[in-house]
C-alpha cells in the first residue's frame, strides 16, 4: 500500500538471528519479537546472567528462548523475595513443602484460582498469579497424620481410592 512489500520485511524478520551472546556463543535461533532493551540490559547484569549484546548484531531482536529465560530469571528473583519475606514474617522454620508455581502453565494456575475460589483483580500476568496462588497454597491447613494415612491406604490397595473422604475436607 505504501510502496513497502510486506513480504519482503516478513522475509527480512525471519532471517534475522538473536543478537545475545550467551556464555561467550553467538546465538544462532531466529530471532522473535522482543527486542532487547537497556531495560533488560540492566536486569542482566544484576542477575550476572552471561549474557551480553553482540555488537556486529544487525537488529536488536532476540530470540523466544532468551526471552523466556530472562522472563524466568525475573520471576525466579520475586519468587525469592517472596520466600524471604514470608520466611522473616513467620519467624520460624517451617516444614512446609515448597511447590515452584511459577513452573506451571497459566492455565493450571486459573485452574487453581477457580477451584479454591481465590479472589484476584482481572488482568493479571503468570508471575503475579502465581505469587497469589503461592500465598493461597500456604494458608490452607493440612492434617498431615490423615493424608498420610490415606495416601498409605491407597497405595496398599492398588490405587483404589477410598469413598470416605471427609477428614480431608
Same mark, same amino acid.
Request: proline share 2%.
Given at each position: 500500500?505504501?510502496?513497502?512489500?510486506s513480504?519482503?520485511?516478513?522475509?527480512k524478520?525471519?532471517? $534475522? *538471528?538473536?543478537?545475545l551472546?550467551?556464555?561467550?556463543v553467538?546465538?544462532? /535461533?531466529?530471532?522473535?519479537?522482543?527486542s532487547? +532493551?537497556k !531495560?533488560i540490559?540492566?536486569?542482566?547484569?544484576?542477575?550476572k546472567?552471561?549474557?551480553?549484546?553482540?555488537?556486529l548484531?544487525r537488529?536488536q531482536?532476540?530470540?523466544?528462548?532468551?526471552?523466556?529465560?530472562i522472563?524466568?530469571?525475573?520471576?525466579?528473583?520475586?519468587?525469592q523475595?517472596?520466600t524471604?519475606?514470608?520466611d522473616?514474617?513467620?519467624?520460624s522454620?517451617?516444614?512446609?513443602? $515448597? *511447590?515452584?508455581?511459577?513452573?506451571?502453565?497459566?492455565?493450571?494456575?486459573? /485452574?487453581?484460582?477457580?477451584y479454591?475460589?481465590? +479472589?484476584? !483483580?482481572?488482568?493479571?500476568?503468570k508471575?503475579?498469579?502465581?505469587?497469589?496462588?503461592?500465598?493461597?497454597?500456604?494458608?490452607?491447613?493440612?492434617?498431615?497424620?490423615?493424608?498420610?494415612?490415606y495416601?498409605?491406604?491407597?497405595?496398599?490397595?492398588?490405587?483404589?481410592v477410598?469413598?470416605?473422604?471427609?477428614?480431608?475436607?
Amino acid at each position: 500500500m505504501n510502496g513497502i512489500d510486506s513480504s519482503d520485511e516478513n522475509e527480512k524478520m525471519e532471517n $534475522e *538471528v538473536c543478537c545475545l551472546i550467551d556464555d561467550g556463543v553467538k546465538c544462532n /535461533r531466529i530471532a522473535g519479537n522482543a527486542s532487547f +532493551s537497556k !531495560r533488560i540490559q540492566k536486569g542482566i547484569s544484576q542477575r550476572k546472567m552471561k549474557l551480553s549484546l553482540d555488537a556486529l548484531a544487525r537488529s536488536q531482536f532476540i530470540c523466544d528462548y532468551h526471552k523466556s529465560k530472562i522472563q524466568s530469571a525475573r520471576s525466579m528473583k520475586r519468587h525469592q523475595r517472596t520466600t524471604i519475606s514470608r520466611d522473616s514474617d513467620s519467624g520460624s522454620d517451617s516444614e512446609s513443602p $515448597e *511447590v515452584d508455581f511459577y513452573s506451571l502453565q497459566v492455565q493450571t494456575l486459573r /485452574r487453581y484460582k477457580k477451584y479454591y475460589k481465590v +479472589s484476584t !483483580r482481572p488482568g493479571l500476568n503468570k508471575a503475579q498469579l502465581a505469587d497469589i496462588i503461592s500465598k493461597h497454597f500456604m494458608t490452607i491447613p493440612v492434617k498431615e497424620k490423615e493424608v498420610l494415612a490415606y495416601f498409605i491406604y491407597t497405595v496398599k490397595h492398588s490405587g483404589q481410592v477410598q469413598n470416605n473422604t471427609k477428614g480431608l475436607d
